[in-house]
């Protein structure tokens, strides 16, 4: 945790809400699965064909269509969160959000084009949801510092008329700063020990959606061979409203409360590429390998913050309450996330009852290649060493991942069973261990018509903080458990 609240640190002269690490790994760790029937396996998927859902995986797969198909798989997602603030007695809040939506939808145009070099050539479009964004979550506690030492240490050096409109400026404009003695070093109504009072209440939306074009082709030796194009597009929101309160009354001197608001949307698109080869290497056993490109995304922020802040004045006794408004920020700026690459090993199942398949992938992800490019529209030189600071701190505190995935299914007559595990490695370098997700799926064939069932869940735990200060001890780390869910149905027609 320690090694996360240090890469932080190096970008704290920034908005916390925006252009850090943490956005960083938010559009860099994607969710494979995108139809049910995948789901159902725990993504693993990529030596086998058939579905739409191992387009995102091996393009490859997509030679295996013998018709044209057309498919839409709505999801039920939903995240229970668990937070608390560490080194506190206060019970953790407990917080469940879910939502209905759209996992992906795709058409299949399938073709058996004549000659010897090929048995099937068929394209593909899919829209389909690599990350989901929707969060709620509370947390209160009462422990050492305030907020105010951050607005102090972000204020520090500057003269009132040239502090940041987004922080500092507010804090001072209401009080929670001020600067008797002219020195530009700011004082607030808190000493270093003071026991406070806090909370938050953080709600996130949004998602993102990866629009495909893909190739896939089965040549006559039994080989796979496909190609993609891929356009995620970025729609998030985060508003975030922290609070801190006098419990008891005096107990902080001249101070009452304070609620600072903080406001990001985020919106953007970018382009990658994939490519990918399926091979039958035995009369059994399929092996599959696959690579996709780095996302190039331009993205676009816009921000505003909001501070209130009550104290009594201690010459007179009356309760003075003001409030500011920053101005609303822009920001557009480019983002290079990841490259990846999967190799994958199947079995298929072949009896007079029974069929099926066991399918294991192993994808290769290096996070610390992730880069931000503030300089893309004309950043200043403020902006340019911020682009820096994060950057070393993506390749410093960001590692490498290898995430496995395991999974199967058995066929009987028209009915399809599935399960599947799958260990991801989180992009943190300090957390070695990998996240378990489970899944369960299954499986209706008709001559034309198909459905699928899928369930999915996954834990993981991270820490957040509400806001920075210099001294590492005096920062509120919140701890957050999450179990995330999905069910989702796919519903294919065969035309």
Known sequence: MKQIITAILLISASLLTAQNLSEAVRYSFLNQNSTARVSGVAGAFGAM??????????????????????????????IETDAVINGTD???????????????????????????????SNIAITINKQSTYRQRYTYEGTTKGSITTRFAEVANNN??????????????????IFDFDNDRFYDTDFKPTTVVRKGQEV???????????????????????????????????????????????DFIPDF????????????????????????????????????????????????????????????????QT???????????????????????????????????????????????????????FGGSLNDIQRQQEVNNAIFNELDNGVNI??????????????????????????QSERDIALSLGLGFRFDSVYFDLGWSQRRQSEGYLPYVVLENDDNQVV?????????????????
């Not at 940041?164 to 804090?171: I, S």
């Not at 056993?285 to 209130?308: C, E, H, Q, Y």
């Not at 920001?331 to 069929?355: D, Q």
């Not at 458990?481 to 069910?487: E, F, H, V």
């Open 203 to 249: 709600i996130k939306y949004g998602r993102m959606n990866d629009i495909n074009l893909a190739w896939g082709a089965k040549l006559k030796d039994n080989i796979n061979v496909g190609l993609g194009i891929g356009i995620p597009v970025v729609n998030y929101e985060e508003l975030k409203v922290y609070r801190e309160v006098d419990e008891e009354e």
């Open 159 to 176: 003269s009132p008329e040239t502090l940041d409109e987004f922080e500092g400026g507010l804090a001072f404009d209401t009080g929670a």
């Open 49 to 78: 064909g058939g579905d739409i859902g191992v387009i995102p995986i091996n393009p490859a797969g997509l030679g295996d269509f013998r018709k044209s198909e057309l498919t839409f798989t709505p999801t039920v997602f939903s």
């Open 90 to 120: 206060t019970p953790q809040t407990t917080a469940l959000n879910s939502n209905l939506g759209l996992a992906s939808i795709g058409v299949v145009f399938n073709s058996s084009p004549r000659g010897d070099a090929f048995q099937t």
């Open 479 to 495: 701890s957050l458990d999450q179990k995330i869910s999905n069910i989702d149905l796919t519903v294919g027609f065969k035309f």
């Open 256 to 319: 009452n409360s304070l609620s600072y608001t903080e406001n990001l949307i985020t919106s953007g698109i970018g382009f990658n590429v994939s490519g990918g080869v399926q091979a039958l290497v035995a009369e059994i056993v399929r092996v599959g390998v696959a690579i996709k490109s780095p996302t190039w995304m331009t993205l676009n922020d816009d921000f505003n913050t909001s501070l209130t802040y009550s104290f009594t004045d201690p010459s007179t006794q009356e309760v």
């Open 405 to 430: 995935r395991l999974g199967g299914e058995v066929a009987y007559r028209k009915v399809r069973g599935r399960a599947g595990v799958a260990m991801i490695k989180s992009p943190y370098a300090i």
């Open 322 to 376: 003001f409030t500011a408004d920053s101005p609303n920020g822009v920001f557009r700026y480019g983002l290079t996330t990841p490259w990846t690459a999967t190799g994958s090993a199947g079995v298929i199942i072949k009896s007079e009852t029974l069929n099926g398949f066991v399918n294991l992938d192993v994808e290769y992800v290096d996070y610390t290649t992730t880069l931000f490019d503030f300089e893309k």
